[in-house]
């Protein structure tokens, strides 16, 4: 299930710790967390460590 913003502002407390993070409204891109992520995938890959996305 997912939630719109608004709908989360309405929810208490116990209920949203109860969502995964994945049923919240969050994105990476087009936010400063978007060149972390491709500075960790750079670094991950200079090292030959291989992670699934």
Excluded at 19 to 39: F, M, Q, S
Aim: net charge negative; hydrophobic share 40%.
């Amino acid at each position: 299930m997912t939630y719109k913003q608004t709908d989360l502002n309405l929810l208490p407390e116990e209920e949203l710790l109860k969502l995964r993070i994945c049923d919240l409204p969050l994105a990476i891109e087009g936010t400063w967390l978007e060149e972390c992520v491709k500075k960790l995938y750079e670094e991950l890959e200079a090292k030959a460590i291989r992670f699934r996305r």
